[in-house]
């Protein structure tokens, strides 16, 4: 990693750049330095782009980049790559999340939605499934999807067979269509524009950015990450503020700086 030289910096959104949904200042003083410096910075979320749209403290980062999903790239305005989920896999977590009567929410490019069926006391009759299916179809065909998450623990021996693997959260599962992950986010983004992997750089606190530490040479941890993440990390932060803390270690800044 040369830091005189333009490095690329990969921020996990939730639990990371947002500490309790809450965009610190330090934060964003931290990545506007780092940007001034030459350094670009790159979204890195789980979210898709609807679910990005429910998080406005987030559009005050000046993204040189933006990648949603596991899938969906985009860098200085320009779409350089795109995943979406097919519909027979959709269908297949519709139907588990009817029958176990969880939550789902449709991560769609245009906008989130939830599809909530813990209001239903009683296993789901036939009629009231097809009412879903069908209204799920007509959300299919104009949202395109680019992730589902199922807001429940699943346990392993019920996961069905599908193209959609999930990352298992504390309260909730990601799934991302297979091959898609935040690691292989880094790896296309590289391959498109032609950037070392050695400059790129990210930051993470939870299962689902593992896959982006074993991609990136330098990674920084927030200091509750799972140990499954700080292990991989080359930096822990300590304190309250880690994306902060990480730059300032990384590109030997200080906030106190003028």
Not at 66 to 93: P, R
Not at 231 to 255: I, M, P, Q, R
Request: charged fraction near 20%; hydrophobic fraction near 40%; proline fraction near 5%.
């Amino acid at each position: 990693m040369n830091i005189h030289s333009t490095l690329y910096l990969f921020f996990d959104l939730d639990g990371t750049v947002l500490v309790k949904g809450k965009l610190p200042e330090e934060n964003l003083t931290a990545m506007k330095r780092a940007q001034a410096m030459g350094h670009k910075l790159i979204l890195n979320t789980g979210r898709s782009r609807g679910g990005y749209a429910t998080v406005p403290q987030a559009n005050a980062v000046p993204w040189d980049g933006m990648c949603f999903s596991a899938s969906d790239i985009n860098y200085q305005g320009k779409n350089i790559h795109l995943v979406t989920v097919c519909e027979e896999d959709f269908n297949i977590w519709l139907e588990y999340c009817m029958e176990h009567r969880v939550r789902l929410a449709y991560c769609g490019r245009e906008w989130l939605e939830y599809l909530d069926f813990t209001t239903y006391k009683n296993p789901m009759t036939e009629a009231q499934k097809d009412e879903h299916r069908v209204y799920a179809a007509a959300l299919f065909r104009k949202n395109p999807l680019t992730n589902v998450s199922v807001h429940t623990v699943i346990p392993p021996e019920t996961i069905p067979r599908s193209g959609l693997i999930p990352i298992q959260l504390s309260t909730y599962a990601d799934l991302f269509p297979h091959g898609c992950n935040k690691g292989k986010v880094i790896e296309n983004f590289c391959a498109a524009l032609d950037v070392p992997i050695a400059q790129c750089i990210c930051f993470g606190d939870s299962a689902n950015d593992v896959d982006m530490f074993r991609v990136c040479p330098t990674s920084v941890a927030m200091p509750y990450a799972p140990d499954e993440l700080s292990s991989l990390a080359t930096y822990v932060a300590s304190g309250k503020y880690g994306v902060a803390e990480g730059l300032c270690h990384l590109l030997n800044f200080s906030l106190d700086e003028e």
